[in-house]
């Protein structure tokens, strides 16, 4: 594989294999995520959504009872196999979790914070914080509050903050682990159609539980059960003519 090679897909992974001690919890999945487009990954709990999203920007290789195999390309090297900078995995791939959680700082200091670690110069930072708002979404509701706390925002608009930090660091890729789950439904609709507008410029990969979800916004839709990928295709044709029964089984909401 060639450092550096420009690749027309975001990640491309092949037999992945992921075991937490003796117990082997992803058996040897192969899948292309395609650059700009919204990749949903659903599936019961505990079939492994999650720990596929930390293999995708490098958490497995930290976690201490974790161990992989396979291939996951991702700008031009496999992660598993070769040396990746930690530094620029955590800036070009982007993580969003469950519950918002901002810092317990002014909200302009959320989204300075990962540009001032990469070493972004002080006098650029201003701009990058209004520009980041504003692709978030954020910045005519916050922009006379800026240097308030974070935590008096309410909870959709941290959970857009938290997007909005994730951006700060200009990622290729945004890894959003149910990222509407602790939302209210008008918060979750604010959400869904930022992440509609943020796959112009990212790529997104997105675990959700909300079937409903995955239909509005993916265009692919991946469903894992126990470990294995069990059908991967565009979302409107999983959702509308399922190949597997499992797959009917899990979207007609027989189990899960
Ligand atoms: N750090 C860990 N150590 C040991 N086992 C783990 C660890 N993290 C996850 N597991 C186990 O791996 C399996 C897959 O978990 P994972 O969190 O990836 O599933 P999930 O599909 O995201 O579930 P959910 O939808 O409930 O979040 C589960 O059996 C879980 O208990």
Redesign the pocket.
């Known amino acids: 594989m060639t450092t550096g090679t420009l690749q027309d897909f975001a990640y491309r992974i092949e037999d992945l294999r992921i075991s937490?001690?003796d117990?082997q919890?992803?058996h040897g999945i192969d899948l292309t995520i395609e650059k700009n487009e919204v990749t949903a990954?659903i599936?019961?709990?505990?079939?492994?959504?999650?720990?596929?999203?930390?293999a995708l920007n490098g958490m497995v290789r930290t976690?201490?009872?974790?161990t992989w195999s396979g291939t996951i390309e991702w700008n031009g090297k496999n992660m598993i196999q070769e040396n990746v900078d930690p530094l620029e995995l955590r800036q070009k791939v982007g993580m969003v979790f469950q519950k918002p959680k901002p810092f317990p700082k002014s909200i302009y200091e959320n989204v300075a914070f990962g540009p001032k670690i990469h070493g972004v110069k002080k006098k650029d930072i201003p701009e990058i914080v209004e520009q980041t708002l504003r692709d978030a979404y954020l910045f005519d509701e916050v922009k006379d509050r800026l240097h308030e706390s974070a935590l008096g925002l309410s909870g959709g608009q941290q959970q857009r903050l938290c997007i909005a930090r994730a951006l700060a660091t200009s990622p290729d890729i945004l890894l959003m682990?149910?990222p509407t789950s602790a939302l209210d439904p008008l918060s979750t609709i604010a959400v869904e159609e930022l992440i509609l507008k943020l796959k112009e410029k990212y790529t997104v990969v997105l675990?959700t539980?909300q079937m409903e979800q995955a239909a509005r916004i993916s265009d692919s839709t991946a469903f894992?059960l126990m470990?294995e990928l069990i059908e991967f295709n565009r979302t409107d044709a999983l959702f509308q003519n399922p190949k597997s029964q499992q797959t009917e089984d899990y979207i007609t909401g027989r189990f899960g």
């Open positions: 937490y001690g117990h919890v992803i990954l599936g019961p709990s505990g079939c492994g959504k999650s720990t596929f999203l930390k976690t201490s009872n974790a682990d149910e675990v539980h894992f470990g």
